[in-house]
């Protein structure tokens, strides 16, 4: 039981930790940031190398083709790569980069479709959530039934696009609410707070009837 | 905080709890596994929180090829765009047996032009390679020239400003350290863009202001027209502002923070037409412009403060006049000797 409250290591940090591994090995983030930026090509491929497949992922979630992401993720390394000297420093690559590409997809998107995006229904274009059984729950003193986890999975994909997006930079990316603000654009922290919250209502609101099973939450 | 009362919704909305269950460090671990210790009742609400936060992701998993990484990468260190890869593929595609006639009668006119331009010199010029041109002010010297699109600029002393000898087809970019006045040519098929380490601004043909200097705040002002402003590296809406006639923009060099003011100080534009201006300046901003202006240094050999606010302007005058009027305000005596000014 002592061990049971631990967070361990589950999948999902998996690539993190490659990424980590790569960048964080021998130097930080930012110093590998700043070496590229003084123009060391072997920084920029590190850059490339440890974040490719994670931005390949990221960018996919929001329903573009695979095209398109590739595309877009090769104007974005394009893009730093000869506007280097003039790049902000960052604290985060990962974030940065992310958060660019995000850009240039809807940019993207609103171009290419112009008005018809508009008029998508918002189920084609973003992602699913799915509560699933990583290893670790069974390590872990398990806590939920499969009819729990499957009545979870169910309300968060009942969230907006936006609330599922800002649940997964919270709970996934492990982004704090600033870093969301930032990343979603929104003007005020306050209002990637608010996502947050009305998804956690959604949840709650799901779960009133479990009781038994599932008794704090309320 | 008081976790005490906390449910699993509570613990699922704090960004500290979330952060720990995600990313634990040293510090959270020492926290939580005393709180837990000393909170035991609470292990299945932490348990069922925790196991929330962790079980949620994406749904699908999408994984490159390692065939992906490659071309990718191949084509980013080849700098070729996805824009120039479109036009090659729907060139293959669509371009029919008419249009391949014609564009080989188009190739041969070309190759004739050519057989009747070689020698001439501007042939020469139009395909060289785009080359940068920089112009830089010594401070107490100012520089007005023309870009190759008939924008004139204004270079005040001790700026830089860099731009190629031939503007790109799609924008004109210029890229300013320093202070510089730009009465642009209209043209709307290629925006004007002033690029300086803080700010970007983007215009279609108006006059307006930039300076920036090394740490000093930026700030653009519009003389006429309108021009968007936009921090640089950022491409949100709201680091984006609109600025028209008499209207002008601060950037904290400190803070990042922006300022926009409706109305523009009337000598800040001044200095353009060789006026040097003051409104209500103290001491210390007072010697800061006649240093740049001038390209002098003073120093400062006079005990005590320097009070009161000053307000002149001086049109083509020698340095030993504008001290002339600044002494008898400041009580002081002065001697210019080789670019130093001795104040005592």
């Known amino acids: 039981m002592a061990e049971s409250y631990y967070p361990l290591n589950h999948t999902k940090l998996e690539e993190e930790e490659f990424i980590q591994s790569n960048l964080k090995a021998d130097e930080s983030e930012a110093s590998i940031w700043l070496r590229f930026k003084q123009g060391e090509e072997d920084a920029f491929i590190l850059i490339y190398q440890s974040t490719f497949s994670k931005l390949y992922n990221f960018g996919m979630q929001f329903g573009f083709d695979a095209d398109t992401v590739k595309d877009q993720i090769q104007e974005l390394f394009i893009y730093i790569r000869n506007n280097r000297q003039r790049l902000a420093d960052v604290r985060s690559v990962k974030f940065y980069l992310m958060k660019s590409l995000r850009r240039r997809l809807l940019r993207s998107k609103k171009s290419k479709f112009n008005l018809v995006s508009l008029f998508l229904p918002e189920s084609q274009r973003l992602h699913e959530i799915e509560i699933t059984d990583t290893p670790e ?82 | 905080m008081n976790y005490d009362e906390f449910k ?12 720990w ?11 939580w596994e005393n709180w837990i ?10 348990n069922q ?20 990484y490659t ?100 924008e004109r970019k210029v890229f300013l350290e320093g202070e510089a006045f730009f009465n642009v040519k209209r043209d709307e098929s290629r925006p004007f863009i002033v690029e300086t380490v803080q700010l970007t601004t983007t215009v279609l043909g108006t006059s307006f202001n930039v300076e920036a200097y090394g740490n000093d705040n930026s700030t653009v002002a519009v003389q006429s027209g309108k021009v968007q402003v936009r921090k640089a590296n950022s491409e949100m809406d709201s680091d984006t502002f609109f600025l028209t006639s008499n209207q002008m923009l601060t950037i904290s060099s400190e803070t990042n923070s922006i300022y926009k003011f409706d109305g523009i100080p009337d000598d800040l534009f001044a200095w353009k037409d060789n006026i040097i201006s003051f409104s209500k300046a103290d ?62």
């Open chain 2, 71 to 170: 071309v990718v990468l191949e084509k980013v260190l080849n700098q070729q765009t996805s824009w120039s890869q479109d036009l090659q593929h729907n060139g293959e595609k669509t371009f029919s047996l008419w249009v391949r006639y014609a564009a080989a009668i188009l190739i041969l006119a070309v190759f004739a032009a050519i057989f009747l331009y070689v020698g001439h010199a501007s042939f020469q010029e139009a395909f060289s390679p785009v080359s940068t041109i920089i112009k830089e002010t010594p401070f107490g010297q100012k520089l007005t020239f023309e870009l190759a699109d008939g924008t004139v600029v204004k270079l005040n002393a001790g700026s830089t400003l860099k731009y190629p000898d031939k503007f790109e087809d799609r």
């Open chain 2, 49 to 68: 929180a925790s196991e929330i936060i962790r079980s949620i992701q994406f749904k699908n998993r999408y994984v490159p090829t390692d065939q992906d």
């Open chain 2, 283 to 344: 001491f210390k901003q007072i010697t800061h412009r006649l240093e740049k202006w001038y390209g002098v240094d003073f120093k400062i050999q006079k005990q005590g403060q320097f009070e009161g606010l000053f307000t002149g302007r001086y049109q083509d005058e020698p340095l030993d006049i504008v001290l002339e009027g600044l002494k008898d305000e400041y009580n002081f005596h002065f001697t210019i000797n080789d670019k130093v000014v001795l104040i005592y």
């Open chain 2, 37 to 46: 210790k000393g909170h035991p009742d609470k292990i299945t609400v932490i």
């Open chain 1, 137 to 218: 729950m069974l390590l872990i003193n398990k806590a939920f039934d499969s009819e729990i986890r499957e009545k979870l999975s169910n309300s968060l994909n009942k969230l907006t696009n936006r609330q599922k997006e800002a649940v997964l930079h919270f709970y996934y990316e492990g982004l704090s609410y600033k870093e969301i603000a930032d990343m979603m654009e929104l003007k005020m922290v306050k209002s990637a707070r608010k996502l947050i919250y009305r998804a956690i209502e959604v949840m709650r609101k799901d779960l009133k009837g479990q009781k038994g099973k599932l008794f704090y939450f309320i």
């Open chain 2, 21 to 31: 269950v995600n990313n634990p460090g040293p510090e959270s671990n020492h926290f």
């Open chain 2, 8 to 19: 699993v919704e509570d613990f699922l909305f704090d960004e500290f709890f979330v952060r």
